[in-house]
């Protein structure tokens, strides 16, 4: 019974290994289609054209606490709330709460109190994927379980249990046995090994990615800094091709026009002005024009901070993994079915 049981298990084994490699192949066309995306994300587009003043913004009595900026001013650029913008007197007094200027931006000595108060525009590294981790993972699988177990049995019963000539055939009893459990380990390894080969992929794509500089104005200077050392208070550049690093109020701009479809979903290229839509959300890239933005949130607590942590964990299965999985499954069921009938089979036949 263990033999034929055994034959129907790797019968089993071969069948999900080839399912294996088609949802490895898919994945990787997807995650092909992902680095061509982000490439050309990362090409920017300089185009030149000359931005006019500031506008200026009408006082109000109403004023903006610093300690409850990050919420309030997420929510602000969340809902497009322009009335908040209007409380707070606009990108000018917003300023004027991060200690930072319109015109000179920054202080340089106010940075580092800036990014300690706000936090840094980065977003927390995540679990490093091991060997050994995709090892164990592939050794939780059910099927995997069966085959070693009936590995083992099938090892013992051929080192203890003689066979029809009523003697242990101890120089083959084992090759069954071992057989299952080298194929066994044949396939989880290649699965970790393809699995760690693309997360290291998708690592290294992801810090190219990162690795952007762009314009600020510090102590009324243009200088050029990694995307990750922005904090709140900075006074960005902006220009079309570029996708915004972190959420920000318009200062300035010239027929400054942003595509917002990655994270609202609406397919019109929106316009930004200081009167009617001064939000800037991070995430979405400049279409047109170029200007000078007011950063307000980063990291964790921008739009697309708040967004990448909470989609962060395990990710859902996509509709062809769901099916592959449902159908390797079946054929496991199928399998298991047949070689217990024909076990049934075979003993009724010896009585």
């Not at 300690?116 to 060997?131: F, S």
């Not at 084992?174 to 760690?196: C, F, R």
């Not at 609406?266 to 939000?279: G, R």
Request: charged content about 25%; glycine content about 8%; some cysteine.
């Amino acid at each position: 019974f263990f033999r034929l049981l055994c034959w129907k298990l790797l019968q089993i084994l071969n069948c999900r290994t080839l399912l294996m490699s088609t949802r490895l192949k898919a994945e990787e066309e997807i995650q092909d289609k992902n680095c061509k995306a982000i490439e050309g994300e990362m090409q920017v587009k300089n185009n030149e054209v000359k931005p006019t003043t500031p506008v200026s913004v009408a006082p109000s009595q109403h004023t903006i606490e610093v300690n409850e900026s990050s919420n309030l001013y997420y929510n602000m650029i969340e809902r497009k709330d322009i009335n908040i913008f209007n409380e707070a007197r606009g990108t000018q007094g917003i300023c004027e709460g991060f200690n930072s200027d319109v015109e000179r931006g920054l202080p340089s000595n106010a940075v580092a109190v800036q990014r300690e108060k706000h936090g840094v525009n980065e977003l927390p590294e995540l679990e490093k994927v091991t060997i050994c981790g995709l090892i164990i993972e592939g050794l939780k699988d059910r099927i995997m379980q069966i085959l070693i177990v009936a590995a083992v049995v099938s090892i013992i019963i051929g080192m203890t249990v003689p066979d029809r000539t009523g003697h242990v055939n101890r120089a083959t009893g084992w090759t069954e046995g071992t057989a299952i459990l080298v194929s066994v380990t044949v396939v989880v390894l290649i699965t970790a090994i393809n699995d760690y080969k693309k997360a290291k992929k998708f690592e290294a794509m992801s810090a190219e990615h990162q690795k952007k500089q762009v314009d600020v104005v510090r102590d009324a200077k243009k200088v050029a800094v990694d995307v990750s050392e922005l904090v709140v208070g900075d006074v960005l550049w902006v220009r079309a091709g570029m996708q915004l690093p972190a959420d920000g109020v318009l200062i300035q701009g010239q027929d400054l026009k942003c595509d917002e479809s990655a994270v609202t979903g609406e397919t019109d290229i929106m316009k930004k002005s200081t009167q009617t839509d001064p939000f800037l959300i991070s995430g979405t890239a400049v279409t047109e024009g170029r200007g000078t933005i007011l950063i307000i949130n980063v990291g964790v607590n921008s739009f697309a901070g708040k967004l990448a942590m909470g989609v962060r964990g395990t990710p859902a299965d996509t509709p062809l993994q769901v099916k592959l999985g449902w159908l390797a499954g079946m054929i496991g069921k199928i399998g298991l079915t047949a070689a217990l009938l024909l076990f049934v089979v075979l003993t009724i036949k010896s009585i």
